[in-house]
């Protein structure tokens, strides 16, 4: 077939791009990301794995097109999209192809408010080295997938098995019928707790096999998932950890006699692997297999990246974005150092409203007298959402709480270094970041 992607600079768009370039299939799209910026490293990945890339203003697309896939952040008056319309070229939204993706194979779906990345990207690379040829369609990026030409979001096996992040965002998660489903925990995020929960619930009835939960998530608890097994910590479980250690970097924990070593640190990415254990087990896959191969695992980009630890400074790049997420990393560093510099972006208006109240609690509540939070204007990615709400209402918040929380520029903050012992950016949405982390990495490494 010959496919086009509107809005192939997405995450997930991009990820089945790649997926279907692999198996074959003649593969051309576009993105304002890239009509903007020409250099963008995803370009260059993209490309290299033959997709041709053409500006986004229709004037490409004729009708030897097969089939058009549109992200659903490209409005209905985009050029393309009224070109593909008027040629009369099948169309899909990126979830809705998805969906027919996933009923081709013997799917597993990976869901939930936080996790859902490094689990996937965790359990496809688990699978990837125990032989089982797995197939991969993942949001995050996972590090020992990435090559020039594939960006690390997904694989193309040669198995019946695919491994997919099942987002809620877009409330299409309803429409996949997978083999398998993982649901990690339910937090505020996208939607509101209640409505994400009806998602999870359609979710859990639409799955033809196995649904694991995780056991100490008191939200999940409250759904109405049917017959599911779970992993837990906390809690009793048919996969539960016992005997953890949380180090810096790593963790060890054992789980119904059997020894593991996990190289990423927190309870939250415990959880990660132990939803991987749970399904795996269910696959007949032994745990003394899958103990051999999980210390190699190194993570998914974005997720506690390191880009400075020389014994006196740390610098950790992170995708936390949400109350929850924001908490386990949060808790994660707090095992780490003691004097931390938390920079944190906003990812969108709407997000933000949404968030404002759990983003206080949890800066409030995780905040130490020798920390403090700066935060960065929000990120716009553009269109047309309300800037009715700022950082600066979020840090006023955080600040009446009694926590110390500043507004800044990022060239405020690097006029700043070297202030505190460890510096942690985050937040989602804007690959800038990481390179911003880097640079303050460089700064300190030359006040060193």
């Known amino acids: 077939m010959k496919i086009f992607f509107s809005g192939i600079g997405g995450s997930g768009v991009s990820a089945i791009a790649g997926f279907m370039a692999d198996r074959g299939h003649v593969v051309f799209g576009s993105d304002r990301l890239f009509d903007r910026d020409p250099g963008h490293p995803l370009r260059a990945s993209l490309s290299a794995q033959g997709i041709t890339l053409i500006p986004q203003d229709g004037k490409a697309i004729d009708r030897s097109f097969d089939l058009a896939v549109f992200s659903t952040a490209v409005e209905h008056d985009n050029p393309e ?22 009923a081709g194979f013997r799917t597993i779906a990976v869901a939930g408010t ?15 080295e125990l032989g089982m040829e797995p197939n991969f369609i993942g949001g995050g990026r996972v590090k020992q997938f990435r090559s020039a030409a594939n960006a690390g979001n997904y694989m193309a096996g040669k198995s019946d098995l695919l491994v997919v992040e099942a987002c809620e965002s877009d409330g299409t998660i309803v429409r996949y019928r997978p083999s398998g489903s993982l649901i990690m925990n339910l937090d505020l995020d996208h939607h509101s707790i209640e409505e994400t929960a009806a998602l999870f619930q359609e979710l859990s009835r639409n799955t033809s096999g196995v649904v694991i939960t995780g056991g100490d998530d008191r939200n999940l608890a409250a759904c109405d998932l049917g017959d599911v097994r779970k992993f837990s ?42 939803a991987c254990v749970a399904i795996l087990s269910e696959l007949g896959i032994r745990g003394d297999d899958i103990s051999r191969v999980l210390p190699g695992f190194s993570g998914i980009e974005r997720r506690f990246d390191v880009h400075l630890n020389n014994g006196r400074h740390l610098v950790i790049d992170d995708y936390a974005h949400n109350p929850h997420k924001i908490a386990g990393l949060m808790e994660t560093m707090a095992r780490i150092s003691r004097r931390i510099c938390y920079v944190f972006q906003p990812h969108g208006f709407g997000p933000t409203r949404l968030m404002r109240e759990g983003y206080i609690r949890t800066f409030a509540e995780h905040l130490r007298p020798d920390d403090h939070l700066f935060l960065l204007p929000i990120y716009y990615a553009g269109g047309t959402a309300a800037r009715d709400i700022s950082s600066e209402d979020i840090a006023a918040g955080v600040r009446a709480l009694g926590g110390r929380a500043t507004v800044v520029t990022r060239e405020g903050l690097l006029a700043t270094t070297p202030a505190w012992d460890a510096y942690v950016v985050f937040g989602a949405r804007d690959d800038t970041l990481s390179g911003f982390a880097e640079e303050i990495a460089s700064r300190l490494s030359d006040c060193s």
């Open 81 to 102: 999209y009224v070109k593909v319309t008027e040629l009369g070229i099948p169309l899909q939204t990126r979830p809705e192809y998805l969906s027919g993706l996933i």
């Open 114 to 128: 936080s996790g859902k990345s490094t689990t996937a990207g965790m359990l496809a690379w688990i699978m990837h």
């Open 233 to 274: 910590i906390d809690t009793d479980s048919g996969c539960r950890a016992v005997d953890v250690e949380y180090a810096a970097f790593t963790t060890r924990f054992r789980v119904n006699g059997t020894k593991y070593d996990l190289s990423l640190p927190g309870k939250h990415n415990l959880y990660n692997a132990l």
